[in-house]
Nanobody
Framework: QLQASGGGLVQDGGSLRLSCAAS????????MGWFRQAPGKERGFVAA??????YYADSVKGRFTISRDNAKNTVDLQMNSLKPEDTAVYYC?????????????WGQGTLVTVSS
């Protein structure tokens, strides 16, 4: 099970930190990542990481940072310089096949709203 938290309302240029806690199994061997779904759009990849291998969507490079604490079974997403187009429901997820493979476990989502 994955539990995401940390969403909220922030102004353009602001920052938020999302956190995802995993329980029920250990995910240290797998990619943990974040996706987002904006209103009226498909869910899209944001970032993922595993053992020093980190990947970001082009749209968030330089602004978002993903980090993991395998001892705590958590993955965080630090989001800086937020823009209104970052407004979306953010989901954490785990892939057992690779950062660009199928994601097998999903959290419930947390809403991020960036006001202009």
């Amino acid at each position: 099970q994955l539990q995401a938290s940390g969403g909220g309302l922030v102004q353009d240029g602001g920052s938020l930190r999302l956190s995802c806690a995993a329980s029920g199994m250990t995910f240290s061997s797998y990619f943990m990542g974040w996706f987002r779904q904006a209103p009226g759009k498909e869910r899209g990849f944001v970032a993922a990481g595993r053992r020093g291998r980190i990947y970001y969507a082009d749209s968030v490079k330089g602004r978002f940072t993903i980090s993991r604490d395998n001892a705590k079974n958590t993955v965080d997403l630090q989001m800086n310089s937020l823009k209104p187009e970052d407004t979306a429901v953010y989901y954490c997820a785990v892939s057992t096949t690779g950062w660009n493979g199928q994601y097998d476990y999903w959290g419930q989502g947390t809403l991020v709203t960036v006001s202009s």
